[in-house]
Structure formats: structure tokens, C-alpha cells
């Protein structure tokens, strides 16, 4: 990239000067010294014009690479290299016949497409409603069940655990004060009724047994137990009934102890049991097990998102298709029409009209999906981008005058305006350059694209600017200044600013009028001073 003339002529200026006015103030402090000649001259008008200068390739105003839809095998290619082209015209076709599995592909892609747009505008069933409101049920059953397992985990009912051992406490004491009951109850004076009836009997059958051996021929014998006479027969019947009842209420007895027992039993081991329960709901509830809790988490999070999802669906389907879904799934249908119907023709037209610039295949070739065919430009309007510093961009407009000029061409000169400025510059090497680009006026066979071009922009048109020869300019610790000379032909001091050059001119600004004499001084031949013009010899 070239920086503006401008910037180049005063750096060589300002060294100039340096030197140049050293080497007078140094001469006019010699005393005896011939010194140099003094001149005037007119305070004159020019137009200065500040430009920014670049360069770039040339580039045209459309470009691209066309590439086949589907492979198969090209059957015709109806252009070739320079040959001009209309928009929509056929270039290069493809035999469909050898592309039968991408052609499939594209019908079936285009079916889908269609199938969802026709879903998504098919108004819900009572059907689909009903399912989503029980899925919404269903969701909020296994949600509700998901935090009873995590609160079971977390937040342990203590009291019902305790009250599970207050209650098997109270029933071993049931237990016991039935078997203790048992003990003295009515079981066991049956027992003891039993036992004195035996032993009555016993002593009834003993003393007929020997009222009968002592008269055998008696058919009824004296019991005194009863007072009255009996068979011995009677008397045995009866003493055998007694062994029996007494067999009775033992049993009965000793059945009802072991009941005693074993309900005791039970109860003390009920009350080991609660008791166990609620140690370990203690220890859980200060420490629960940690997988398990993740685990509880997880099963939350996910009950809790199936239900979110079951209640989107059902607002779904009651509110029907948004826009934005209807235009997306309508677009989805136009792209695979547009693939399907590329494909059926297998045919690359031309997007632009333009120039053929490459042609890649020829007739009987093999060609594949995406491979490049040809390249095409649409030369009709050229442009140049160039690169422009930071410190030159902001002074550049839209709509800025271009002379253009082309390495390869030195006898043609162009015109053009600034199209478009970047606003994001690029770094390269620390500095910070932005893209401008320039739009050529009319066309040139003769220029073809990316040739380099010379761009000269002109940012600033200042007419009547004042101008005053090189030589006029002087400076001191104050700074810049001209000697104007006086009707009374004195000269008098005037503070300026220098700024562009132009031929042995310099554009001024300060107390100055178009007219005014200012002096020049005109250096001559002399011995050389302490260093000469820039620190060497004389002129």
C-alpha cells in the first residue's frame, strides 16, 4: 500500500527546512559574511487537493463456481472459455439415468418434508388431546411418587416409628398380663376342681373294690364316700369320668400357658423389631446413603422434566402451529423441491449473466456431487479493494473521486468513485488497514481481472487556497513565518502553518492575502558554515 504524496513531500520539506533555514540564520549571524540574496514574490491562489493512494487487484462484480447438483455422467457441456452467457441458461447437463440412488434420495427427502408440513397444519384429534391429558396424569403420578421416595429418604416420619414401638410396647404388656392371668385364672381351678373330683373318686372306687372283696356275692357295696350303695361297675364308670376330666382341664391348662407363652414371644420380638425400625430410621434421617439420595435426585429431575414436556405438548396441540414453524417446515418442502427438481433435470444453469471463465469437465466424463464445473464472472462492472491505513480511512467518504492507473497497462488511466468503506479493519503486521472499494467508471476490454491497479482517492478539494514558494518559508523557536514586506518596503513578521506541496510551492494558512509580497531568500555560494546544509558543506 502507498501512503498519501502529501505525507511523503512534507517529511522531505520539514528536513529541508530544518536544514535549509538553519544554515540562513546561521549565515545571517555572520558578520562580514556575504550572506544570501533577498527576493519577493506574490502570495498566490491554487487549488490544493489532498488524495490517499493504494493499490489492488481488479475484480469483477460478480464471480462464482458453479458446481454440479448429483453425479452421473455429463452428457453435454454447451459452453467454453470467454464465451458470454445469459442468466438461466443451460451449461453443462448431466445423464439423470446414472443417478437413480441420489434421485431416490431427493424424492423421499422431498415426501418427508411434505408429510411434516401437512402434520404441522393438521388441526389435534380429540384423540391426541385426550392422550396428551393423560400423559400430563401419568407424568404428575410418577412426579408426585418421585418426591415421596426423596422426602422418605430425606425427611424420615420419626414418629411414626416410635409410635409403631409404643404400640408393641403396650401389647407385650397385654401379653404378659394375659399369661398371667392364665396362671391363677379359671383354667387353673379347673385343674385344681379336677383334681380333688379324681381324688374323690379314687376313694370311693378303692373302698367298693374292698366292700367287693370282702362280699363277693354282693351285687352293690357300701360307698361311704357317697353315703349310698352302687354297683362297682358305677363306681369305676365314675372314677374313669374323673381321670378324664382331670386329662381335660390340664390340658386345657397347660394349653393356654403355652398360648401365654408364645404370645409373649411374639410380642417381645414385634417390640425388638420397632424398636430396630427406629434406630435405623434415625440413622437415615441424620445420614442418608448418598447413591441412593443422587439416585432419588435424578429420578425427580427426570419426572419433573416429563411432565414439563407432556404439558408443552398438550399446549401445542391446542394452540396449533406457530408462523415461524409453518414458514420454516414451508421452506424445508421448497429447498427439496428445488434439489429434486435440479436433480430430475440434472442440468447447472447459469445464476448471472456473465463470462465464462473456466470450464472443468467435458462430455463423458464422470462427475460427482458438488464437483466443480465451470467458473463464472459478470464483468459488466469492475471494482478495486485496497487497502487503506487507520489514519487515512476516516478522511475517505463514499462518493470520493478515484484515478485509476494499471501496472500492466501504463498508457491507460481510469476513473471511479469509492463504493464502500469496511468498518472492521484487519491487523497485518501491527497495522491496523481497512478495505475501501473502488468502482470503475465504464469498461475496458483490455483490463482484465486481477490486474494491479493504482488507486489515487481525492478526499480534500480546497480552491483559493494560499500558496507561497519554499524558499519563503522560515521558522524560529516560535515557529513557522514569512517576511511580508510593507507599502514603506520594511518587512514585517507573519506566523503561518505549511502544509501540502505543490511544484516549488507551499499551501499556507495564517494572516496572509492573495497579492502580498513575501520575501524569498535565495541561498548562494559560500565557504561552507559549522556543518553546511544538513549538518555538510555549502551550496
Not at 451449461?91 to 411434516?116: H, I, K, N, W
Not at 398360648?259 to 411374639?266: F, P, R
Not at 442418608?288 to 439420595?293: H, K, N, Q, S, T
Not at 518596503?489 to 492575502?513: M, N, P, Q
Request: aromatic letters at 4%; a negative charge.
Amino acid at each position: 500500500m502507498k501512503v498519501r504524496n502529501v505525507i511523503i513531500i512534507a517529511g522531505v520539506l520539514a528536513l529541508a527546512a530544518a536544514g535549509y533555514f538553519g544554515w540562513r540564520q546561521w549565515r545571517q549571524g555572520q558578520p562580514g559574511e556575504v550572506g544570501a540574496a533577498t527576493t519577493t514574490a506574490l502570495v498566490t491562489t491554487r487549488t490544493a487537493i489532498t488524495t490517499v493512494e493504494s493499490s489492488g487487484p481488479v475484480e469483477p462484480q460478480q464471480q462464482a463456481t458453479l458446481a454440479l447438483k448429483s453425479g452421473g455422467t455429463v452428457t453435454a457441456v454447451n459452453v467454453q472459455v470467454g464465451q458470454g452467457v445469459t442468466a438461466g441458461q443451460v451449461l453443462v447437463v448431466v445423464d439423470p439415468g446414472t443417478a437413480a440412488a441420489t434421485l431416490a434420495q431427493a424424492q423421499a427427502d422431498r415426501l418427508s418434508a411434505q408429510t411434516a408440513l401437512d402434520d404441522l397444519l393438521t388441526p389435534a384429534t380429540a384423540l391426541q388431546i385426550a392422550n396428551a391429558e393423560k400423559a400430563i396424569v401419568d407424568a404428575q403420578a410418577g412426579l408426585d411418587k418421585a418426591q415421596d421416595a426423596l422426602e422418605a429418604l430425606t425427611s424420615i416420619d420419626l414418629g411414626y416409628y416410635q409410635d409403631q414401638v409404643d404400640a408393641a410396647q403396650a401389647a407385650l404388656v397385654t401379653a404378659q398380663q394375659n399369661a398371667e392371668k392364665t396362671n391363677i385364672g379359671d383354667l387353673k381351678a379347673a385343674v385344681e376342681r379336677a383334681t380333688a373330683e379324681l381324688e374323690t373318686k379314687t376313694n370311693a372306687l378303692n373302698d367298693a373294690q374292698t366292700a367287693q372283696a370282702q362280699c363277693p356275692d354282693c351285687t352293690t357295696v357300701f360307698v361311704n364316700a357317697l353315703g349310698r350303695r352302687m354297683k362297682l361297675s358305677d363306681v369305676q364308670d365314675q372314677y374313669d369320668a374323673a381321670v378324664t376330666a382331670m386329662r381335660i382341664a390340664q390340658l386345657n391348662y397347660e394349653q393356654a400357658l403355652t398360648n401365654s407363652s408364645d404370645a409373649v414371644k411374639t410380642a417381645e420380638d414385634n417390640l425388638a423389631d420397632a424398636q430396630a425400625n427406629l434406630a435405623d430410621a434415625q440413622a437415615r434421617n441424620q445420614n442418608p446413603d448418598a447413591l441412593e439420595l443422587a439416585q432419588r435426585q435424578a429420578a425427580l429431575t427426570v419426572a419433573q422434566a416429563t411432565l414439563a414436556d407432556a404439558q408443552e405438548k398438550l399446549a401445542d396441540l391446542q394452540a396449533g402451529p406457530e408462523a415461524k414453524d409453518v414458514a420454516d417446515a414451508q421452506r424445508r418442502v421448497e429447498i427439496a423441491q428445488s434439489k429434486l427438481d435440479a436433480l430430475e433435470a440434472q442440468e447447472l444453469t447459469a445464476p448471472f449473466a456473465g463470462e465464462v471463465l473456466a470450464v472443468n469437465v467435458q462430455v463423458g466424463d464422470p462427475a460427482s456431487a458438488g464437483q466443480a464445473a465451470l467458473m463464472l464472472a459478470n464483468r459488466s462492472q469492475l471494482h478495486v479493494d485496497v487497502a487503506v491505513d487507520e489514519s487515512d480511512v476516516s478522511t475517505i467518504t463514499v462518493g470520493d473521486p478515484v484515478t485509476l492507473t494499471v501496472d500492466a497497462l501504463p498508457n491507460l488511466t481510469l476513473t471511479g468513485s469509492v463504493g464502500a468503506i469496511d468498518t472492521f479493519g484487519q491487523t497485518v503486521q501491527g497495522l491496523v488497514r481497512y478495505t475501501v472499494r473502488v468502482d470503475v467508471a465504464g469498461s475496458n476490454p483490455t483490463l482484465y481481472l486481477n490486474m494491479t491497479a493504482n488507486a489515487t482517492i481525492v478526499t480534500n478539494v480546497q480552491a483559493e487556497a494560499l500558496a507561497v514558494p519554499l524558499d519563503a518559508v522560515q521558522f524560529d523557536d516560535a515557529g513557522e513565518f514569512v517576511n511580508r514586506q510593507r507599502t514603506d518596503g520594511a518587512f514585517e513578521r507573519v506566523d503561518i502553518v505549511s502544509g501540502e506541496t505543490e511544484d516549488d510551492y507551499v499551501f499556507v494558512t495564517g494572516d496572509l492575502r492573495a497579492g502580498d509580497r513575501v520575501e524569498v531568500i535565495a541561498p548562494v555560494d559560500t565557504p561552507a558554515g559549522p556543518g553546511g546544509l544538513f549538518g555538510g558543506g555549502g551550496r
